[in-house]
């Protein structure tokens, strides 16, 4: 599922590729699934009970992008939609998302041609350009302004059980929710389950305001890729540990008593876990689902994750096992 879905393109806004088939593979699960008027792909799965309270699994399936701006020379000029990081961006190989897509190189000079102080600079993204291989007239005709585009990478395996590729932010969350309805099977409960692959997180959380607003639900479990350890990472950072398990955040984003019933939950089966600290808004879809109407009790269950952002980033499969079989528990109890 996750080499599947993290192949297919899905910038903010541009989402219908992937939407399509995550609506494909949520459907087996749900009563129903609708997709609205923003892109959301949602499902629900019916417990039987009249006026049974609403439980909501959420992740995004967009990834970070850019958009065409302008032709200059047979290059294109771009900017970022979402997180783009600048300093990845140097040579990098990039999917332009045209029928059929190109693809392009970001052009950077050679080191031979530079000087000292212009090494060490960082390149800022508007003075950057994607290099397809095309003459000024083509290029015009083929790409016009307008036109969005991805990080181009392929997914694989790396190292003993994990995975490495783009848009793993966020659709190993979408894997990890998925992998918790095959879990569930057919397990009753006592909860109407709702199921929102929502759109548009990477440029504000836009997606996930109107799709909680008009499900309603009572709680809501936010799946979202959090920061993993690494040798470079600050002292002072609350970082998870790869491959520690699924991280419950803390912190105001985040109800208090449903952070605490997950803890609980997990430690009574035996599910790794790790707790982090959110300080104040945990720039998730969370701050959108939790002021929502009159307010929605919500938790955020992190996937430790390196090198977010980039081309390659780097998820454990065991940690979305761990946190798939977190939210089994939720549902159930």
């Known amino acids: 599922m996750l080499i ?69 020379e047979g290059f294109l000029r771009f900017t970022a939609m979402g997180g783009l990081d600048a300093r990845v961006l140097p040579a990098s190989v990039v999917a332009v998302l045209t029928q059929p897509p190109l693809y392009g190189v970001v052009s950077v000079m050679p080191p031979h041609v530079l000087k000292k102080e212009d090494m060490e600079k960082n390149i800022k993204i508007e003075d950057m350009f994607i290099d397809v291989g095309l003459s000024q007239e083509d290029a015009e005709k083929a790409v016009p302004p307008g036109t969005p585009g991805i990080m181009a990478s392929a997914t694989g395996h790396f190292g003993e059980n994990g995975m490495r590729g783009k ?107 790790q707790i982090c600290i959110e300080p104040g808004d945990s720039g998730t879809n969370a701050r959108a689902i939790q002021v929502s109407r009159t307010g929605v009790a919500t938790a955020i269950f992190g996937l430790p994750m390196r090198y977010m952002h980039s081309p390659q980033e780097v998820v454990s499969l065991d940690d979305i096992e761990s946190a798939a079989r977190l939210l089994c528990e939720v549902a159930r109890s």
């Open 167 to 273: 848009a793993m932010d966020d659709r190993a969350g979408v894997v990890a929710i998925l992998r918790a309805l095959e879990l569930l099977g057919d397990a009753e409960l006592d909860v109407d389950l709702y199921v929102m692959a929502s759109v548009q997180e990477e440029v504000g959380t836009r997606g996930a305001a109107p799709g909680v607003f008009a499900v309603r639900p009572d709680r809501c479990i936010v799946v979202e890729a959090d920061f993993a350890k690494s040798p470079d990472s600050k002292p002072n950072e609350t970082k998870a540990e790869f491959g520690g398990g699924v991280v419950i955040s803390r912190g105001p984003n985040i109800n208090k008593t449903l952070a605490e019933t997950a803890e609980k939950l997990a430690g009574e089966n035996g599910i790794k876990y």
């Open 4 to 72: 599947e879905l993290s192949s297919i393109p899905g910038p903010p806004g541009f989402e219908g590729p992937v939407a399509v088939r995550v609506s494909e593979m949520l459907a087996p699960y749900m009563n129903e699934t609708w997709t609205d008027v923003m892109g959301n792909v949602l499902g629900v799965r019916r417990c039987g009970r009249e006026g049974a309270p609403k439980l909501m699994f959420e992740a995004h399936i967009d990834e970070i992008g850019f958009i065409v701006t302008g032709v200059e």
